[in-house]
């Protein structure tokens, strides 16, 4: 700003303060009306600093070479505070006004959202501005990247388009060859339910959410019956908590991957679940390596963590009087959690996880004939908990059927002892004693409660763990605030500006209101130094908007692109004025068509 300042003798003494409603004020006597002199443009100057005294209103600064800004705008001096320089009033940024106080060399200087207008600094300026007006770099580039995995599709003659039933569209195939995979035919592959299986991300038709849609082949025991029964079973059952979409009910519990419907087309079973997107399996995640080599043991706190998320989905489900029946390392979807601070924990050094379990009902459904009673179905859950445990703990897949099916007692005890002194080495009793408990032959499995008892001392470092997310998440969403206030107002300028439709008409022509948000647009986005070039100052705009979106009663300056015309209105005009245009143009807008 101080090059419009230096310059502006170029500009007319014509200067119009405009009012809502009542047009242009009178025209100030000049003896020239195409320039004027430097002491007058002081004069100008000065009397637009003390017209906006008011709470909120223009930028002041009398101690930077002793006098006022010009034509109400912020100082060009920077205040540097930890290598970042800040512009303008600290009415929204007092922490930033404090810590520029401390500094005794540092001119008392009101201060506001950081400025980029410093090329030296831009790289600081930059991540100051995305950080207090959307997500962090972090967190952007991890949403991104699940919006880009959620955007994917299969070619549009993918012959496995075919597999999917018609009330869903933008398939894209799950499995882990369908990304090199080149055959023209469509290929299953056989899954741990023991049936040829595909798994597809598709879009619904009814309501146009994302679902994970699994489809099994060649099963002949099922029949809709079987499916409404087991549906039944699962969604009028879950303490009052059912959930109603428009692709189903589901068992609601943040620990289990959510279950709408299974259905039967195409001669085969369906199964429709929540979709998270950039979800992989527990066994994925650290125990499947591209040089064929296994897991490695996991930290004592990651483990503690997963089991605590595990044990308060089986809980769930054993309090409905239902059984898990799928606890397994691929059948445990695991996502990547707090991306903001990315505490390390052991030798992988990763972030908290977060742990769903997944494909609850499908074995119901399948082995439906040859249900066992609930009791032993739930101690085979404890069971698989165990395996899952020793698994994290060992580095090595273990599955219940390894340890269990075929082998006597004494057998199963010979083959667990050498697991079970690895772990009592290495991590500390009160973990031992937990897998033991699990996996001792001899004695059935503890229940779900027991083991929920035994380990409350540990829930409250996982419940500490998420009021920390929650709160690092707030924060991020006050970005998205303040992202979407701009975004809305921004909007509004693009609808109503220089609209060609409304040319002839004079609310909407040079010398109409709206000629006012034309200049205002200007101001705001089209800012350019003494040479002509442009000046990309995104704290000028960022503060414009905000008290836009205040109706702050600080005056501007708004000159026109001649510069023959000078207005003399305040943000609360212009946002009257925005206001007004944008619901009259919304009056007389064409609605949009709605899908039924």
């Not at 419009?4 to 500009?11: F, M, P, Q």
């Not at 012959?159 to 995979?181: I, T």
């Not at 369906?270 to 527990?282: D, E, I, K, P, R």
């Not at 273990?398 to 079970?420: H, K």
Request: glycine fraction near 8%; include cysteine; charged fraction near 20%.
């Amino acid at each position: 700003m101080d090059e419009i300042t230096d310059n502006v003798g170029g500009l007319s003494l014509a200067a119009k303060e405009w009012r809502p409603g009542q047009g242009f004020a009178p025209t100030p006597r000049a003896s020239s009306e195409t320039s004027v002199t430097a002491g007058a443009a002081r004069q100008i100057s000065a009397g637009s600093a003390e017209s906006a005294g008011s709470p909120g209103g223009a930028w002041k600064n009398d101690a930077v070479d002793g006098r006022s800004s010009s034509w109400g705008e912020p100082p060009s001096q920077a205040v540097d505070v930890n290598g970042t320089h800040y512009f303008g009033s600290a009415h929204h940024h007092p922490s930033a006004a404090q810590s520029s106080l401390n500094d005794t060399n540092t001119p008392h200087t009101n201060t506001t959202i950081p400025s980029n207008h410093h090329q030296q600094h831009r790289t600081q300026q930059r991540s100051t501005l995305t950080n207090s007006l959307s997500l962090p770099m972090e967190e952007y580039h991890h949403y991104r990247e699940l919006s880009l995995h959620s955007a994917r599709e299969m070619e549009p003659n993918d012959p496995r388009h075919k597999a999917v039933p018609p009330s869903f569209c933008r398939a894209y195939c799950l499995d882990h060859r369908s990304e090199n995979d080149t055959n023209t035919t469509i290929t299953q592959q056989r899954s741990s339910f023991g049936y040829p299986t595909s798994l597809f991300r598709v879009t619904s038709t009814t309501d146009g959410n994302l679902y994970c849609l699994r489809r099994i082949d060649s099963v002949r025991c099922v029949s809709h019956k079987i499916a409404q029964t087991v549906m039944h079973q699962w969604l009028s059952n879950a303490s009052g908590r059912e959930k109603y979409t428009a692709g189903g009910g589901g068992f609601d519990h943040p620990g289990v991957v959510q279950w709408y419907k299974c259905f039967l087309s195409q001669r085969a079973v369906f199964f429709v679940h929540q979709y998270h997107a950039g979800a992989v399996t527990l066994r994925e995640r650290f125990f499947s390596h591209a040089q064929g080599q296994g897991g490695v043991p996991l930290p004592e706190s990651l483990i503690w963590s997963c089991l605590v998320q595990l044990v308060s989905a089986i809980r769930a489900v054993h309090g409905n009087n239902l059984a898990v029946r799928s606890l397994q390392l691929n059948h445990i979807l695991c996502t990547q959690e707090n991306i903001m601070s990315l505490n390390s924990s052991g030798p992988y050094g990763l972030p908290k996880l977060r742990l769903r379990i997944n494909c609850i009902g499908i074995i119901d459904v399948l082995e439906f004939e040859a249900r066992k009673g609930l009791e032993e179905l739930q101690s085979a859950d404890m069971r698989a908990l165990g395996c899952i445990l020793l698994s994290m703990t060992t580095g090595t897949e273990i599955n219940v059927n390894d340890i269990y099916r075929n082998n006597t007692t004494q057998q199963q005890a010979q083959i667990l002892m050498e697991y079970l002194q690895f772990v009592q080495q290495n991590y500390s009793r009160e973990l031992y004693m937990l897998v033991h408990s699990l996996l001792n032959p001899n004695v059935p499995p503890s229940g779900i409660r027991a083991i929920a008892a035994s380990m409350a001392m540990r829930a409250f470092d996982e419940l500490d763990g998420a009021h920390g997310s929650i709160d690092e998440y707030s924060s991020a969403l006050m970005g998205i605030y303040e992202s979407g206030r701009a975004l809305r107002l921004i909007l509004k300028l693009a609808f109503v500006n220089e609209r060609p439709e409304f040319g002839i008409d004079k609310n909407w022509s040079e010398s109409g209101d709206c000629y006012i948000l034309k200049l205002f647009r200007d101001f705001v986005f089209h800012q350019a130094d003494g040479a002509g070039r442009p000046v990309l100052d995104l704290g000028h705009v960022v503060s414009c908007l905000n008290k836009l979106d205040a109706a702050d009663e600080e005056k501007i300056v708004l000159a026109s692109r001649t510069g023959k015309n000078v207005l003399i209105v305040s943000f609360a005009d212009v946002a009257w004025c925005l206001e007004k245009a944008y619901q009259e143009l919304c009056n007389n807008s064409v609605p949009i068509p709605t899908m039924a």
